[in-house]
Structure formats: C-alpha cells, structure tokens
C-alpha cells in the first residue's frame, strides 16, 4: 500500500530501524522519517519530516509492533 502517494497511505515502523515490506522493489523507494501526529480508531497521521502534508495510515499497515504500543509523537520510518 502507506506510502508513490495515489492514496497517501504506506507501511510503517515505530523507531529507526527500518522495516520489512512485502511491496516488490521497497529498495527503489526511500526510507521516509516523521511522527505520529493523530491516533484515532484504526487509522492515524504521520507529520513527514519531508513532505508538506500529514501521511494517512491504518493500522494494519504497522509492521514491528502492535498498535497499542503507538502514541503521537512516536518517530516512525515509512516507505511511500
């Protein structure tokens, strides 16, 4: 999926180690940085270090912990 940006969603990590991704050609892409800004039900929003705008995410896309282990302000590493 969170993370090029047709529905600014992409795969998330907690902390900066990275993450695995079952997207083909994650290697092509950046290792993107921000923080949680927004937790909500399923879903949140990540302030992008490098973008204008927040990142959408749900959390089925958090790879390397479980969503209740989330807070906003938490760093996060993503692909797009």
């Known amino acids: 999926s969170p993370r090029s940006q047709p529905s600014n969603e992409g795969r998330y990590r907690r902390g900066s180690s990275g993450r695995n ?4 050609n994650l290697s092509n892409l950046p290792l993107e940085q921000g923080k949680i800004h927004t937790l909500l039900d399923k879903f949140g929003f990540i302030h992008c270090a490098n973008r204008p705008t927040d990142l959408f995410f749900h959390y089925s896309e958090v790879v390397g912990c479980h969503s209740d282990d989330l807070h906003c302000g938490d760093d ?4 797009v």
């Open 21 to 24: 991704n079952t997207r083909s």
């Open 76 to 79: 996060v590493q993503f692909y």
